[in-house]
Every structure is written in C-alpha cells, then in structure tokens.
C-alpha cells in the first residue's frame, strides 16, 4: 500500500514543460490551464514555440515550451522562473535550466537522455550523472516506458504509444498539484473520440502519470492551490488572438454594421482568421487572400461598401500593406489594421515576442498620412482594444492601427464575459439623399464636407441615389471631391487630415496614473504587452516601502492630452518597451522630458524582477 502523503496548500506555482516541438507541450500546458481555470485559479500563460517549423528533432532550435502560472490571488504575468520544469528530453532540459532557479523542481523524461539525445542538446556529459543538477530537486521519471508499457492493452504500437507520453506528464503534475481527473479524461474522449484506439491510450497514459504520483513515493507531498476570488460573474479562459476576433464581432453588432476580414496568414495573426471564419452565425465574412496586398486590398473595398472592415498581419505584411493604407487615409474610410507583432527585421523570429513595429505604426507611410494607434494590454483586454479601434474608425472615417504582439496572441487568461448591454455604441451614421447639398442648398453630394465636431466626411456606400461619388488615390478638392492640383487645396487637406486625427484625443477618458501613495517621484510608463510585468514589478517596489506609479497607454496616436502634464509631475520617467526606446524617444521629444528607456530584445517578455531591478536603480537602491 502506498504511503498516504499530506497535502500542503501553497499560494500559487509556476510550471514550465518543454520538450521537442512533436513532443505536444503546447497541448499538454493548455491544459494543464484548462482545468485549473475550472478550479477557479487565477493564471496567466506564456505558449512559446520554436522560431523554426521543422527544426531537427532533439534540437535546442526544436525546444517548444508552455508556462503557466496558476494563484489563488489576483496576478499579471505567468511568472518570474519557473518553480517546476517538466524536461522531456534533453534539449528541453538544456534551453530552460538558466531560468531556473536555485532549489526548484526538475522532472525530467529519464528515458530521453540517451547517447544520441544528448549529443542533440550539446551534452557532452549526462546531467543527471554528473552532479551538475545538484542545486535542485531532481526527480527522474522514465516516462516513455511506462507510457509504453500502460498502453500496450490499447493496441497501439510501442513507438505510437510514446507519442501519449505527453499525457503522462500531465497526469503527474495533475496529481501533484491536485487537479481534477474527470475535466481532462472528458476532454481526451471529446477530442480523440473518433479515434477511439487513440483516445484510449492517451487515457492510459494520463491515469498511469497520475497513479505514478500516487504509488512511486518520490514526492514527499501534494499541493493544494485554492480558488482565487473573482469579481461575481461568468469567466472563461481566453487568448488574445481568440479576445481580439470576438472584440471585432461585437463591435460590428455595436455599429449594426456587417464585418468583413481580408487577411493572409501569418504568424503569430493567423488564429484571427481561424477563429472569424468560423463565425459565420454573426454574418462575418472571411476572405483569405493570396497575399498581404490584396488582403487589405479588399477590406478597403469591403470599408467603401459600408462594411466594418479589417485585414489582419503581423511586422513584415504591415510594410507590404503600406501603400494602400495610405490609400485609405487619403480615401477617409474607417478600415482596422490589426497587426500583431514579432520579432524582426524580415523574417526575424517569426514565433518570438516584440514590440518594434511602434513607429512604423506611427510613421511607416509615404506622405504627411497620420494614423490612429491603439495598443492592447493583455489578452482579455484585446477584446476591449478590439471595439476601441473600431469606433476610432467609424466615427472619425480613419484607418485604426491596432497593435497586438505574440505574448498577448498566444497567451491567455480569466476574462468576466461582459454583458452585452454595457457595450459602448458605435453610431455609423451614413450619409442620406436629404443632406445632400450644395453651399447654394442646390442638391449635390459633397463627399469631403466634414463634420464640424470630428471632421470627419461622410461615408457614403455606392448604390445609394443621389450620392454618387469618385474615390482614388489623387489629392481630392475640398469639399467636392474632385481631383486637384493646387498646392493650396492639398495643404489645406493635409492640415484638414491631421487636425482630424489630433481631434481623436478629445474622445478620450482622463488618464489612469496608478500612484496610490501621491508622492512617487518615478513614473514608469508602458504599453502594449509589458502591462503585466510592469504591474507586478511596480507592486513588489511598492512592497519594499518606496513609491511608483505606473501609467499604461492603449492610445498611442495621438497621445492622450493630458499625457503632457501627467508626465511633468514626476522627476522620473521610466520606459520599458520591447524594442530600443521607440515610445521613449516620442515622448522625450514631444514632451520634452527626460525619460529613460528600459529596452528588451531577447524574443521574451519582461520578467517582473527586471522591472524591479531597473525601478530601484532609478530610485537609488532598495530600502
């Protein structure tokens, strides 16, 4: 009989797996997630998949990892390093043990590490013989042979059966963290049910890593995470790819407009296209382009048709997107560029994290052709940021940038599904026959007359009597429409155009500062992704008894009008990008105050503990 071990509650914990890109970690995190989401934890994840398709197998290039961080309080990040790391093999083990820190758990595959994986990994000693892992909890599990042996009754051959591997490892943490059998083995049947040779083994090889747990009596105790208290209503777990689609198909219902997206894939975007396509039930039409031009080619088509048009990209399609988003803001038709970033220049790390494309965003167009730039926080907030580019777009006849990144796409945690009805409207307002005059009041469609509040033309579909009209690329007279050549008309557009899109800032609500105390001194100020650490790191300072406050942008152009005068208030003026000092350098230069830029490269997020770091720096060291 085996020993019956205590079960100790602890506040949170933070699992990295990793393993060979084949090995399904990503599977095996997602659901590790999954039913912890289902218990009630708070969680935040980090999927971080290999840069290469097909890197050898074995290969550090191959390492695909999943980190999750689960809590029973409130948290913004998937964690620091990690407190546990399930090591497939080698390589897993080898691209992952620098993060780890002193103490923490290792549970490797012990069959992996064989002469020949370990060559892969650029082992020339095996780690687990040498001693070099002694300052962690090591714990050697032949997974791949158990997994074998327990699916033999399966039918399924020795090397088949190893693939159900993955599902031992998930079985094992399951028990040592005391989760739920029932939710993933209902899953298994769910998605493996019409391959029931399959499904089986996989069941087998999850109930053989949980009673590993239960009967080996390598652990000395389970752990017991309680639910995390959330405000009262439903939650589910969502990614930032999944939040941002379903924040584009509300908007549309907000504005009662039809949505369009024209896209091709490219990753970390693709998933938009995946999740909209299959929500045809909403009236959501999905065009997959054969290339990046006609994508937003026909979502600027779509947009003069009146609908709630998007095209969807990441780095390298934003700059082959360029000339006709410039077309758009000449035509003035509300139009969404959802462009969620990775690393660069060209092909970069097509799979790792950045925030480079900022000024591109910004600047990254022929002529004087300003633009609105919304930035998502977090992968929930997508949804949010979603609706706000849109109803930028619709109501100041505007292109939108709306900038996402690969940490936000990929990643997930609890969103409070929101009541319908407490969704901000959306008012498309086309242009009708009645008002279509003259400054005689003969009838006469003026298609660049603007509204005196937005400056913003009317949008006019064609089809629709009396307001027949010419769209292109040529400068447009004022007011009419026409084509024009005169230096004084297209001055006079291009201040009409930016002053339209300045104008944006007067929508926006005050400022949030996070400075609870009043008397910080240090201001870090950030956007986009870095939200998380940013939070975290700003409260363990705050903790340590000094005092921070900490301003996150979602409009990014044109700043918010009291930006200025926020920024002034603070002696320091802290900016952590995922780039070299893109936000920095604007608000140095439009502000004229002396902000430092905390820059990050590596294909990463921040870890909270580097925004510690350089905020005590700033601050002169820890109390």
């Known amino acids: 009989m085996p020993t019956e071990r205590p079960t100790e509650k602890i506040g949170g914990v933070v699992v990295r797996f990793a393993g060979d890109s084949g090995d399904g970690m990503q599977l095996t995190g997602d659901r590790f997630t999954s039913v912890s989401a289902v218990l009630g934890n708070d969680l935040a994840t980090f999927p971080d998949y290999p840069a290469e398709i097909r890197a050898p197998a074995g290969s550090l290039a191959g390492v695909s990892a999943f980190q999750v961080q689960i809590s029973d309080h409130e948290i913004s990040t998937h964690g620091d390093t990690p407190n546990v790391l399930v090591a497939m093999n080698p390589a897993g083990l080898k691209a992952n043990i620098a993060v780890m820190e002193r103490g923490a758990t290792l549970i490797v595959n012990s069959d992996a590490f064989d002469e020949r994986s370990l060559a892969k990994a650029g082992y020339a000693v095996d780690p687990l013989t040498d001693n070099s892992l002694s300052e962690f909890a090591v714990y050697k599990v032949p997974m791949t042979s158990i997994t074998q042996e327990a699916c033999k009754e399966a039918g399924v051959k020795p090397r088949d059966a190893e693939r159900s591997k993955n599902f031992f490892a998930l079985g094992l943490v399951s028990w040592i963290y005391t989760r739920p059998t029932d939710t993933t083995l209902a899953w298994i049947e769910e998605r493996f049910g019409s391959k029931p040779q399959i499904a089986d083994a996989n069941r087998r090889a999850f109930r053989a890593g949980y009673d590993f747990g239960e009967t080996a009596e390598l652990f000395d105790s389970r752990y017991e995470i309680s639910a995390a208290a959330f405000r009262e209503g439903e939650y589910i777990n969502i990614p930032g790819n999944t939040s941002l689609a379903w924040g584009l198909i509300a908007a549309a219902r907000q504005a009662d407009l039809p949505l369009f997206l024209g896209s091709y894939p490219i990753t970390p975007a693709s998933d938009i296209l995946h999740e909209l396509s299959k929500r045809k039930e909403f009236g959501v039409k999905t065009f997959q382009a054969e290339d990046e031009i006609s994508g937003i080619g026909a979502a600027l088509g779509a947009a003069f048709g009146g609908s709630l048009a998007v095209t969807t990209t990441s780095g390298p399609g934003l700059d082959l997107k360029s000339e006709t988003l410039g077309l758009a803001v000449s035509l003035e038709l509300p139009l969404i560029i959802v462009d969620v970033q990775r690393a660069g220049p060209s092909t970069g790390l097509p799979t790792k994290v950045e925030q480079s494309d900022l000024l591109q965003a910004i600047h990254g167009r022929h002529g004087e052709s300003p633009v609105p730039v919304v930035a998502a926080t977090t992968p929930s907030q997508c949804f949010d940021a979603a609706i706000e580019a849109a109803r930028i777009a619709v109501t100041y006849r505007t292109p939108v940038i709306l900038l996402s990144d690969a940490y936000l796409a990929n990643g997930s945690e609890p969103w409070l ?207």
């Open 417 to 623: 599904i929101p009541d319908v009805a407490s969704l901000p409207p959306i008012e498309a307002n086309f242009a009708s026959a009645t008002n279509a005059t003259n400054a005689e009041g003969q009838p006469e469609f003026l298609p660049y007359v603007r509204d005196d509040e937005t400056l913003a033309r009317p949008w006019a579909p064609p089809g629709l009597a009396g307001l027949e009209h010419r769209i292109g690329g040529l400068e447009k007279a004022e007011n009419t429409g026409s084509v024009s050549y005169d230096g004084a008309n297209h001055e006079r557009m291009t201040l009409l155009r930016a002053a339209r899109i300045n104008g944006i800032a007067d929508s926006y609500p005050a400022t949030l500062v996070d400075d609870p105390s009043g008397e910080a001194s240090l201001v870090v100020v950030g956007w986009g992704s870095t939200y998380g650490a940013i939070n975290a790191g700003v409260e363990r300072v705050r903790e340590l008894g000094r005092h921070v406050a900490h301003i996150q942008l979602m409009h990014l152009n044109p700043l918010p009008n009291d930006l200025g005068s926020l920024l002034a208030g603070y002696e320091h003026v802290l900016v952590p990008e995922l780039n070299l000092g893109q936000l920095c350098s604007i608000l140095r230069s439009k502000y004229l105050v002396d902000a430092k830029a905390l820059g990050k490269m590596q294909g990463n997020p921040f870890r909270p503990a580097e925004i510690e770091d350089a905020i005590l720096e700033h601050l002169g060291g820890a109390s």
